[in-house]
């Protein structure tokens, strides 16, 4: 086993509580599927370090201020009604 892989494993072993913390994307641009990737990414090693019987904790953040949201309001409205 690698060095690297022996000490994750010690890390992971003295472990119990982990906080996910998730970023809503910033819609400065067009927004696509990779957006979502790391929330998925995130929400899947989640899922599996549950399973493994760690207690994680899931926080996401809103971005609510400024024209970021007016940009994304406008995008949504020209995708839902065009």
């Given at each position: 086993?690698?060095?690297?892989?022996?000490l994750?494993?010690?890390?992971?072993?003295?472990?119990?509580?982990?906080?996910?913390?998730?970023?809503?994307?910033?819609?400065v641009?067009?927004?696509?599927?990779?957006?979502?990737?790391?929330?998925?990414?995130?929400?899947?090693?989640c899922?599996?370090?549950?399973h493994?019987?760690?207690?994680?904790e899931?926080?996401?953040?809103?971005?609510d201020?400024?024209?970021?949201?007016?940009v994304l309001?406008?995008?949504?409205?020209?995708?839902?009604f065009?």
């Amino acid at each position: 086993m690698s060095r690297a892989r022996i000490l994750a494993s010690q890390i992971l072993a003295r472990v119990q509580r982990f906080r996910w913390n998730t970023f809503p994307p910033i819609p400065v641009g067009p927004l696509h599927v990779g957006h979502g990737r790391w929330a998925a990414l995130g929400d899947s090693l989640c899922r599996v370090f549950e399973h493994a019987g760690y207690d994680v904790e899931r926080e996401y953040y809103i971005n609510d201020h400024g024209s970021q949201m007016d940009v994304l309001a406008l995008q949504s409205q020209s995708a839902i009604f065009s």
